[in-house]
Nanobody
Framework: QVQLVESGGGLVQAGGSLRLSCAAS????????MGWYRQAPGKQRELVAL???????VYADSIKGRFTISRDNAKNTVYLQMNSLKPEDTAVYYC??????????WGQGTQVTVSS
């Protein structure tokens, strides 16, 4: 059984920074890409950033240059460093872990609120 535990959300003023963490536990042998998605009220969940096991990254255009995704394969943990936060970044952020054979797992979500 795979579990994803997220941490690091909170309330921050515009221009501030937050760092999200997501640790995968359980069966991680076939863990491939890990990523962050977000969902704002009334909107669909969207990709924020993704990182493969080999370190290739993909970013949404809206956060390029402000957010950085990284990964510690030894700890099965993915991080999202968020700088220069804007009110429009306010959302629930979800961690996703992609495994072999198209098995995906999601974290419980962590709230990020950016005040203007």
């Amino acid at each position: 059984q795979v579990q994803l535990v997220e941490s690091g959300g909170g309330l921050v003023q515009a221009g501030g920074s937050l760092r999200l963490s997501c640790a995968a536990s359980g069966s991680t042998f076939s863990l491939n890409a890990m990523g962050w998605y977000r969902q704002a009220p009334g909107k669909q969940r969207e990709l924020v950033a993704l990182i493969t096991k080999g370190g290739t990254t993909v970013y949404a255009d809206s956060i390029k240059g402000r957010f950085t995704i990284s990964r510690d394969n030894a700890k099965n943990t993915v991080y999202l460093q968020m700088n220069s936060l804007k009110p429009e970044d306010t959302a629930v952020y979800y961690c996703k872990a992609e495994y072999a054979f198209n098995r995906d797992y999601w974290g419980q979500g962590t709230q990020v609120t950016v005040s203007s």
